[in-house]
């Protein structure tokens, strides 16, 4: 391995062609664009202005708020958004706990954790039992986040 070259295990966030590729791959299945969306934040402006209107700038880019490319910063977005996605599920709202899903399915392939878990897209029971394992493998309390849903 170079000095350049890094494992998986020392970087902290996908390449930039890693999310472009990801972003082709999952094109078909991701018609409402919920995965796509939530990849669109880790890229800079290069790597994203082909999926912006033409009047964005990269002033405009970088001053939304980007998230912060990092494992850490990921997982925090999606114990963060937890409370929410289990009150999805909780009150069985279809739609809802399935983009839910999505949102987890982009965030745990880009905090490169997605060999850990099966499809997130192929659930039933509204989820429960995904965002249950999501949970133990982060090691958050389910019981404890389903109260501030």
């Known amino acids: 391995m170079t000095d350049t070259q890094q494992t998986k295990e020392d970087r902290e966030m996908r390449e930039q062609q890693e999310i472009l590729d990801r972003i082709e791959e999952i094109k078909d299945r991701d018609f409402f664009g919920i995965e796509r969306s939530d990849l669109l934040d880790y890229l800079d402006f290069e790597n994203a202005k082909e999926f912006l209107k033409d009047d964005v700038t990269e002033k405009d880019w970088n001053d939304e708020g980007k998230s912060e490319n ?3 910063a990921i997982i925090k977005v999606m114990k963060d ?3 929410f996605a289990i ?3 909780e009150g069985e709202r279809g739609i809802s706990a399935g983009r839910s899903l999505a949102h987890y399915t982009a965030w745990i392939w880009l905090a490169e954790d997605d060999d850990k878990f099966g499809d997130l ?5 509204y989820g429960r039992g995904e965002l249950k394992e999501i949970c133990e493998h982060y090691g958050w309390d389910y019981s404890e986040l389903e109260e501030a849903a």
């Open 70 to 72: 990092s494992k850490e």
């Open 121 to 125: 897209l192929d659930y039933d029971n």
């Open 81 to 83: 958004y937890m409370s």
């Open 87 to 89: 009150g999805k599920a």
